[in-house]
């Protein structure tokens, strides 16, 4: 997933205060605690995730990573007696920003981390799963994002985003929102979660007080945290469970938030869905499937014929296909 760099700059490097003067925003609200609408089609890589558990429906994020595999967190698609929900239990929504308006597709296969449910009690270091899914036809709404696999400094920012509340203790809205949140040092992340390793272990710490009155919240869970690696957008990790959002409320200065690093598990990931690290880290966008051919050409200027003479295109004289 490419995006230009002034508008990748005014998220990650100016902040969000520009950011809405690029996008012509009139004024940030607080949404998913001090955030910004996210605009049409700039996280084509982001879904919503919904679990049945009984008669209860709870409301998750998660990122298309390949034409078949979601990343999210594991603890969104397991039941209350921490046991992993079958496939038919979960549902993808995706293509589109508004969750009323996205397409739907059930999940196929669940993956959950062994590490997390091996023990008595859920260890939140690997709370990271994959959800299997039919193929996904990519488009400009549609698409998936590589994985960062560069090392995370101190005061990296990061775009997180989410279907969850816009304000501590709010419910949550359709629309999806982002925020802009920092990496904290390890020191400060370690007086809030004393198992903490740094932010190249299995998750990065963002603090509080770097971005005070911004952060994820209730129903963010396994959503996005992405940043930007030579102008090219990459995940760093995702929303972890809540319980480690240290502090009074979402946002406050006085918390630190942890986030699940994507390129830690990357032995997970791979052995999973059976892809190799340099394709999950690739920063080249899948190909956008070609159109299919009529089966028999109305005219002979209908076809191009390049060489080899078995690759054949439709032309388009206003936006032709790039080989």
């Known amino acids: 997933m490419y995006i230009s760099p002034t508008l990748f700059a005014a998220f990650l490097g100016t902040g969000a205060l520009q950011l809405a003067a690029t996008l012509a925003i009139p004024k940030l609200e607080k949404r998913i605690i001090g955030g910004f609408l996210m605009p049409d089609n700039l996280a084509p890589y982001s879904v919503s995730l919904v679990k049945t558990d009984g008669f209860q429906q709870f409301t998750c994020g998660g990122t298309i990573i390949s034409p078949n595999f979601i990343l999210t967190a594991a603890h969104c698609v397991v039941n209350k007696a921490n046991q992993q929900l079958p496939p038919a239990n979960v549902t993808i929504g995706y293509g589109n920003m508004d969750r009323d308006a996205q397409e739907s597709v059930k999940a196929t296969g669940v993956y959950i981390h062994p590490q997390y449910i091996s023990g008595a009690s859920r260890d939140v270091r690997y709370d990271i799963a994959l959800v299997e899914v039919k193929k996904l036809k990519f488009n400009k709404s549609t698409n998936s994002i590589p994985i960062y696999n560069g090392a995370i400094g101190t005061g990296q920012r990061f775009l997180a985003m989410g279907w969850g509340a816009t304000e501590a203790n709010a419910t949550k809205l359709n629309m999806l929102r982002g925020t802009i949140v920092t990496a904290g040092d390890t020191a400060s992340c370690q007086r809030y979660y004393p198992e903490f ?70 032995d997970f990931i791979a052995n999973t869905t059976n892809i190799t690290k340099e394709v999950l880290t690739n920063t080249v966008p899948a190909e956008p499937e070609l159109p299919e051919l009529p089966e028999e050409p109305t005219s002979s200027s209908d076809l191009y014929y390049d060489e080899p003479v078995d690759r054949i295109s439709l032309i388009d004289p206003v936006k032709p296909i790039l080989y």
């Open 197 to 266: 390793d740094d932010n190249n272990g299995p998750q990065i710490c963002t603090l509080g007080k770097l971005n005070p009155g911004s952060s994820t919240c209730s129903g963010d869970s396994g959503s996005s945290v992405v940043a930007s690696n030579n102008d090219v957008v990459m995940l760093g990790g995702f929303d972890s469970i809540g319980v480690f959002t240290v502090g009074s409320s979402c946002g406050d200065a006085n918390t630190a938030h942890f986030y699940i690093h994507a390129a830690y598990h990357l």
